[in-house]
């Protein structure tokens, strides 16, 4: 039974009263009056009482909520909204239905601005916390479309005892919460969510999980099974969402080709468009594998490909280097400014896929190379320093190159990261070898979650227009 602790009238303040209640051997709590200082790194409320930090899910910093408990450490708190008691400024109603069920996003109750803002701040304090360093100038924040923006999605399926559930994990859960529409993704893909939920209760085949990819010609399905699914079944699936401008594709357990739903292996492609400014005024396609990696949000990539040359100020007769280069993303855009860029990256099919497109481009000065990335010694193709280069890996960052930038001392470096932590390790790195971030800026690549890209350009003192 839950033990409602209600500290007396006269002393009744946010965060000095109050005290955890405890009721026997019950782990629920609640603290009626909790004061929000500020914002964790991954969009919670933080404050303080009884000495310990407390982080609360759904807060927003100068608002007061009543807060339910859901575990104590030795050293912090966490808890979830359980009421707003005095709103902050900042917050807004969340356009989804499934907020706060669904893990998805997590700032929907926030104004974009705010999400701007706080996005912002969470990479600059990492930066100053852990590695001191503060750029020089902040870049505004590179923004798209706040909702209707998300044009790769990944959703799970379980199917048990006859019921299907088809969406993205609960929050602070490995269950599934069922979806039948999404606000976050472009339109054409959710408007799929309703067929394919109806051929998955119909037919219930043993599917683990299905990908949704936006394309400009179409929009692609991959369906990934555990049990091979008759022909018949998937032809149902191809008919119905035949109308909707898609095209399925199926893919086996451990099994890394894809087939259509006649049953014969295939090698799709999907495509996608860049834009490159004057004085080219060009239109570059690029062409992917339904199972490559592209960025996730059409119109902030567009920004962040135009940002990323008009840092590195790219001229006619230097070399680039472009590191995790995926299908020519920012090679191939760059290579219309430079003399030479090279283009590395360590999956083999994309490297053709790269090639493929400098070709159908006609980008006759950019070369691709499949290569370990985490290995600078294939890297100098030219014999001399690199100009600059661009930096895109993963999540986990580019540790090893940026140990090691003395073997390829480029004048400048763009650094595109999806991590803070990475991207603050790598700062660091990159410092200790006498560069300085001279700009930084965070690019909403997803809004209405905690997540974001950052692009940082870091100057050598050799490059004397920096």
Same mark, same amino acid.
């Given at each position: 039974?839950?033990?409602?602790?209600?500290?007396?009238?006269?002393?009744?303040?946010?965060?000095?009263?109050?005290?955890?209640?405890?009721?026997?051997?019950?782990?629920?709590?609640?603290?009626?009056?909790?004061?929000?200082?500020?914002?964790?790194?991954?969009?919670?409320?933080?404050?303080?009482?009884?000495?310990?930090?407390?982080?609360?899910?759904?807060?927003?910093?100068?608002?007061?909520?009543?807060?339910?408990?859901?575990?104590?450490?030795?050293?912090?708190?966490?808890?979830?909204?359980?009421?707003?008691?005095?709103?902050?400024?900042?917050?807004?109603?969340?356009?989804?239905?499934?907020?706060?069920?669904?893990?998805?996003?997590?700032?929907?109750?926030?104004?974009?601005?705010?999400?701007?803002?706080?996005?912002?701040?969470?990479?600059?304090?990492?930066?100053?916390?852990?590695?001191?360093?503060?750029?020089?100038?902040?870049?505004?924040?590179?923004?798209?479309?706040?909702?209707?923006?998300?044009?790769?999605?990944?959703?799970?399926?379980?199917?048990?005892?006859?019921?299907?559930?088809?969406?993205?994990?609960?929050?602070?859960?490995?269950?599934?919460?069922?979806?039948?529409?999404?606000?976050?993704?472009?339109?054409? &893909?959710? =408007?799929?969510?309703?067929?394919? *939920?109806?051929? /998955?209760?119909? %037919?219930?085949?043993? #599917?683990?999980? $299905? +990908?949704?990819?936006?394309?400009?010609?179409?929009?692609?399905?991959?369906?990934?099974?555990?049990?091979?699914?008759?022909?018949?079944?998937?032809?149902?699936?191809?008919?119905?969402?035949?109308?909707?401008?898609?095209?399925?594709?199926?893919?086996?357990?451990?099994?890394?080709?894809?087939?259509?739903?006649?049953?014969?292996?295939?090698?799709?492609?999907?495509?996608?468009?860049?834009?490159?400014?004057?004085?080219?005024?060009?239109?570059?396609?690029?062409?992917?594998?339904?199972?490559?990696?592209?960025?996730?949000?059409?119109?902030?990539?567009?920004?962040?490909?135009?940002?990323?040359?008009?840092?590195?100020?790219?001229?006619?007769?230097?070399?680039?280097?472009? &590191?995790? =280069?995926?299908?020519?993303?920012? *090679?191939?855009? /760059?290579?219309? %400014?430079?003399?030479? #860029?090279?283009? $590395? +990256?360590?999956?083999?099919?994309?490297?053709?896929?790269?090639?493929?497109?400098?070709?159908?481009?006609?980008?006759?000065?950019?070369?691709?190379?499949?290569?370990?990335?985490?290995?600078?010694?294939?890297?100098?193709?030219?014999?001399?320093?690199?100009?600059?280069?661009?930096?895109?890996?993963?999540?986990?960052?580019?540790?090893?190159?940026?140990?090691?930038?003395?073997?390829?001392?480029?004048?400048?470096?763009?650094?595109?990261?999806?991590?803070?932590?990475?991207?603050?390790?790598?700062?660091?790195?990159?410092?200790?070898?006498?560069?300085?971030?001279?700009?930084?800026?965070?690019?909403?690549?997803?809004?209405?979650?905690?997540?974001?890209?950052?692009?940082? &350009?870091?100057?050598?003192?050799?490059?004397?227009?920096?």
């Amino acid at each position: 039974m839950a033990n409602f602790y209600k500290p007396p009238k006269k002393t009744r303040q946010p965060n000095k009263a109050n005290t955890l209640a405890h009721s026997g051997h019950s782990k629920l709590h609640i603290i009626d009056r909790i004061l929000i200082d500020r914002l964790s790194d991954d969009g919670r409320g933080i404050s303080t009482i009884n000495g310990k930090t407390i982080f609360i899910e759904g807060a927003l910093p100068n608002e007061t909520v009543a807060t339910k408990i859901v575990s104590e450490k030795s050293r912090f708190i966490e808890g979830i909204v359980e009421e707003i008691v005095t709103p902050a400024s900042t917050r807004t109603e969340a356009e989804c239905q499934y907020y706060g069920l669904c893990g998805g996003c997590h700032v929907q109750h926030m104004i974009t601005e705010e999400q701007h803002h706080f996005k912002q701040q969470a990479i600059l304090q990492q930066l100053k916390r852990w590695a001191n360093i503060e750029p020089e100038t902040i870049l505004p924040t590179i923004v798209g479309d706040h909702y209707r923006y998300r044009q790769r999605v990944r959703l799970g399926v379980v199917i048990k005892s006859g019921k299907v559930t088809l969406g993205f994990r609960q929050k602070n859960s490995k269950l599934l919460i069922d979806i039948d529409q999404c606000p976050v993704m472009r339109e054409s &893909l959710s =408007c799929l969510l309703h067929p394919i *939920s109806g051929w /998955l209760k119909q %037919y219930q085949p043993d #599917v683990s999980h $299905i +990908e949704l990819i936006y394309s400009e010609e179409k929009v692609g399905v991959v369906v990934r099974h555990t049990r091979p699914i008759g022909l018949t079944i998937r032809g149902h699936l191809q008919s119905d969402l035949k109308p909707l401008n898609a095209q399925c594709w199926f893919q086996g357990k451990k099994q890394a080709d894809l087939q259509r739903a006649n049953g014969s292996y295939t090698d799709p492609r999907l495509s996608y468009s860049v834009m490159v400014n004057s004085p080219h005024n060009r239109i570059l396609q690029l062409s992917y594998h339904p199972q490559d990696f592209i960025q996730g949000n059409a119109k902030v990539n567009q920004q962040m490909i135009l940002q990323a040359i008009d840092l590195l100020k790219p001229q006619c007769d230097e070399h680039f280097l472009d &590191l995790f =280069c995926g299908v020519g993303n920012f *090679s191939l855009p /760059l290579s219309l %400014y430079a003399k030479e #860029v090279t283009g $590395i +990256e360590g999956v083999k099919g994309m490297v053709s896929r790269a090639a493929t497109n400098a070709e159908m481009n006609e980008c006759n000065n950019v070369c691709f190379l499949h290569a370990d990335l985490s290995s600078v010694d294939r890297f100098n193709q030219h014999g001399q320093p690199y100009d600059g280069i661009i930096l895109d890996p993963p999540r986990g960052g580019a540790k090893a190159i940026c140990e090691n930038i003395n073997k390829l001392m480029p004048k400048r470096i763009v650094y595109v990261s999806c991590d803070s932590t990475t991207f603050t390790r790598d700062a660091q790195l990159l410092c200790n070898h006498n560069y300085k971030l001279k700009t930084m800026g965070v690019m909403d690549m997803f809004p209405q979650t905690s997540h974001s890209e950052i692009m940082g &350009l870091f100057v050598h003192p050799s490059w004397s227009t920096a």
